[in-house]
């Protein structure tokens, strides 16, 4: 069965340190990926997806996320941390089975300090 | 992507009751997705509707508790029925258009049941 783990469910990081988020997905077939972020008391913004070609794929607010079929993950990086980014993050897999469905993952929280 | 709206953003029923949730987009959109957000949790799919047949339900959840229209193409409602405590989320609804493959989602509803 598809699925998606995000090993973390919280994280804490320093005001303009670096990010990474680790996503791992179940899933068959060649997936398409994707990250959610949500803020608190607000909607879900999508940041970034992968369907094929670059590994490497870039998506708003500086975030970047890296695809890597042999460790079935796809994580998410940010080089410089600021305290908006205080949100949850959710992973996420697209799964197409007689249609189309979206997958996630449990979500992690991720806290700023300054 | 789809303007995405829902009503109401939040209400607060009473147990036994029922709450239904509209979903209007912007544009016409094939498949309408309904997730249910559970206090810190993740998303859940509830049901994929298609305009003209009975929505298509998840594991764990049915058409008594969880009734679904979709009259048109840019237009579904939720309908939580017999409502208790438990049922207390966020219920977001997700338009998916022809031949697309990433969901965009509305803004929420906050469900709190007393």
């Known amino acids: 069965a598809q699925s998606v783990t995000q090993p973390d469910i919280h994280i804490t990081v320093s005001e303009g340190a670096s990010l990474e988020l680790r996503c791992n997905y179940s899933y068959g077939a060649t997936p398409y990926l994707f990250w959610y972020v949500q803020s608190p008391g607000q909607g879900l913004q999508l940041l970034l997806k992968y369907f094929s070609g670059d590994t490497l794929v870039q998506g708003i607010k500086g975030f970047e996320a890296e695809f890597k079929r042999s460790q079935s993950s796809f994580n998410l990086r940010k080089p410089s941390v600021h305290w908006s980014d205080a949100a949850e993050y959710f992973c996420a897999v697209g799964v197409v089975t007689g249609g189309f469905k979206t997958i996630f993952g449990a979500g992690t929280r991720l806290f700023v300090k300054a | 992507s789809a303007v995405i709206s829902q009503k109401p953003s939040r209400d607060i029923c009473q147990r036994g009751t029922s709450l239904t949730i509209q979903c209007q987009v912007d544009?016409?959109?094939?498949?309408m997705f309904w997730y249910r957000q559970q206090p810190g949790q993740s998303l859940t799919l509830i049901a994929t509707a298609n305009q003209g047949s009975e929505a298509t339900y998840e594991s764990g959840f049915v058409i008594d508790k969880f009734p679904i229209s979709r009259p048109n193409l840019t237009f579904s409602t939720l309908t939580v029925s017999n409502l208790s405590p438990e049922d207390s989320s966020i219920y977001l609804c997700s338009p998916l258009g022809q031949g697309a493959n990433t969901q965009y989602f509305g803004p929420g509803t906050r469900l709190t049941v007393l």
């Open positions: 544009s016409q959109v094939t498949m």
